[in-house]
């Protein structure tokens, strides 16, 4: 991160975001903190599916392959030039070491022949403020996060201010979706076809809810993962048939189970008014539903994004960028990929 200049109240400003933290290379456009002007996403998913996991080295060479035409795509779509644009914010951290320097390079090489200021933005901040563009957020707040990488919970009681108040100890939950999805000879990414299958199945297998009657608000899900495989090499050795669907629809309710019942606990304790869902697991139509049908009657307004601002894009790179920009935080030319960037360095 780096100077810190005044904080201005005037919402007035165009940014433009790059996000390369994974295997996604995107850029995009914000004006005046909520108007997405153009949104440019280019998935490397198809080449990483046949090693069934994202390989850090091909995620790499991808972005640099595609960093400039996506940036140019954003531009153009925007009807926009760099002249036009107020700064550019970049996902700093966390992520791929070699991933993140692709986009933090780019984001200075731009800043520094336009004459721009550099804004660095952590992911997970990028993730909440996805639902700034569909929706204005009402203090205090919670957000669940969950996605390929991450699993928390955090409160925010005002703009760019973030409190974790729970993560997971081991596996995020949608790393868990996934090794559960390869042992079941799902392709990748995995979420996708577990929440299909387990909504043709029934939770018929017994399977742990970790952490649950604890009182905290950390989450755990690798034992849950060793026990999927225990039971699909139990049924092997037994030469009993694994019903694929009831396994998953037993893997996504342990999962929901404990999201919900963890979320429903916070949202009660710091009486927050808006629950916000953000990451690629909140594409979950089981964890969606479940989540509606909680807070339906609770007076907790309960926001969940459209998928694509769901998963990875720079258009919530800009959105919570645009803040930092109104705050006066502003990177310097110093900045690099920290893949262990930690969020209250947002505050
Ligand atoms: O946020 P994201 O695009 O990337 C990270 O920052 O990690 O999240 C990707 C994750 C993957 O693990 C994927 O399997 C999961 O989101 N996912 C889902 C669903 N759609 C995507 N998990 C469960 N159910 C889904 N429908
Ligand atoms: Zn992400």
Do not use: W
């Amino acid at each position: 991160m780096g100077e810190y200049l005044m904080e201005s109240t005037n919402t007035n400003s165009i940014i433009l975001a790059i996000e390369t933290s994974c295997d996604e290379t995107a850029a995009a456009i914000v004006r005046n903190e909520t108007e997405l002007l153009s949104n440019v996403v280019a998935s490397q998913i198809e080449s990483h599916k046949r090693f069934g996991g994202v390989v850090p080295e091909i995620a790499s060479r991808h972005h640099v392959e595609q960093i400039t035409l996506v940036i140019e795509e954003a531009l153009r779509k925007a009807e926009l030039s760099m002249d036009d644009i107020d700064a550019v914010a970049v996902t700093e951290g966390p992520g791929l070491v070699g991933a993140l320097l692709v986009g933090v390079n780019a984001a200075k090489a731009l800043a520094f022949a336009h004459g721009k200021p550099i804004i660095g933005v952590h992911h997970i901040a990028g993730h909440i403020y996805a639902n700034r563009l569909v929706e204005d957020m009402k203090f205090p707040l919670l957000s669940l996060v969950v996605s390929g990488g991450h699993t928390e919970l955090i409160l925010m009681k005002e703009h760019g201010s973030f409190e974790v108040i729970g993560e997971t100890r081991d596996d995020a939950a949608g790393e868990a979706y996934d090794k559960v999805a390869r042992m079941l000879d799902l392709p990748y990414p995995g979420g996708p076809h577990i929440d299909r299958l387990a909504h043709e199945g029934t939770p018929t297998y017994p399977l742990p809810r970790a952490l649950l009657d604890e009182d905290s608000y950390e989450f755990s899900f690798s034992g849950l993962k060793s026990a999927v495989i225990n039971t699909i090499h139990n049924a092997k050795q037994k030469n009993q048939e694994i019903i694929k669907e009831d396994l998953a629809a037993s893997f996504q309710q342990s999962v929901i189970d404990v999201l919900v019942a963890k979320t429903k606990k916070a949202v009660e304790e710091f009486q927050v008014k808006q629950l916000l869902l953000a990451g690629g697991v909140a594409a979950n139509k089981g964890l969606r539903s479940e989540l509606e049908n909680t807070f339906a009657e609770t007076g907790v307004e309960l926001v969940i994004p459209p998928l694509y601002l769901c998963t990875d894009n720079a258009a919530m790179i800009a959105a919570a960028g645009a803040v930092l920009y109104r705050k006066g935080k502003f990177g310097t030319m110093a900045m690099n990929g920290q893949p262990g960037l930690p969020l209250e360095v947002m505050n």
